[in-house]
């Protein structure tokens, strides 16, 4: 099973500031993703994170407002941009395993609070 | 419509008992089906994955496919207080990205 380190865990921010989550796995990842979970919802894809180049973004997210980053396979940051209290939500990392085909798994999650 | 379809619940169910939740999804050409447990202030944790019709068990899990009705349903045995979470239903579609249920609440009384 893999070690997955994300932060920070949780954090209360003020409006039109910026927060960086970081996503760290120990095992050899082929994909990872960023998902939002809003109070009392399912699960919405942000965006696949892509190795050394831009992030695949899904209809109703922008780059502008949600940049990512994956600098190597098993490392990626989502930054929530101006942020505003409806961006509230728990941020999610997920990722795929090589020898663990589509099976998809998720760190423990950021809990966002905006002021 | 929805593109995977679960009963919000809550569904309660007294400890001992067979919990059965079920999903429905829109998409004829999925090929991969999972189950994920999260309980309150938790992440969502994968419990089962199938792949083809017919039943696939693991413990006191037992996930069940239907294709030809785009039908998935997870059927937890001797259903414990410990079981009680929301379960989620993701189905993985040809674009190869996981849509999520809006998952099912279940209650398991002692």
């Known amino acids: 099973s893999a070690v997955i380190s994300q932060k920070p865990s949780r954090d209360i921010c003020q409006r039109g500031t910026s927060l960086t989550i970081q996503c760290q796995v120990d095992?050899?990842?082929?994909?990872m993703f960023w998902y939002r979970q809003q109070p009392g919802q399912s699960l919405t894809l942000i965006a696949t994170a892509n190795q050394g180049s831009e992030a695949t973004y899904e209809s109703g997210f922008v780059i502008d407002k949600f940049p990512i980053s994956r600098p190597n396979l098993t490392f990626s940051t989502l930054t929530v941009s101006n942020m505003s209290p409806e961006d509230s939500s728990i941020y999610l990392c997920?990722?795929?395993?090589?020898?663990?085909?589509?099976?998809?798994?998720f760190g423990p999650g950021t809990r966002l609070t905006v002021l | 419509q929805k593109e995977v379809e679960q009963n919000s619940g809550p569904l309660s169910v007294p400890e001992g008992a067979i919990a059965s939740l079920n999903c429905t999804y829109s998409d004829r050409g999925s090929q991969s089906f999972f189950w994920y447990r999260q309980y309150s202030g938790k992440s969502p944790e994968l419990i089962m994955s199938?792949?083809?019709?017919g039943d696939q068990e693991d413990g006191r899990f037992t996930a069940q496919l239907n294709k030809a009705s785009q039908y998935v349903s997870l059927l937890i045995r001797d259903s414990q207080p410990s079981d009680s979470a929301t379960y989620l239903c993701a189905v993985r579609s040809v674009s190869n990205m996981l849509t999520f249920g809006g998952g099912t609440r279940l209650m398991v009384k002692p």
């Open positions: 199938i792949y083809s019709n």
């Open positions: 997920s990722f795929r395993l090589r020898g663990r085909g589509n099976e998809q798994f």
């Open positions: 095992s050899q990842v082929t994909m």
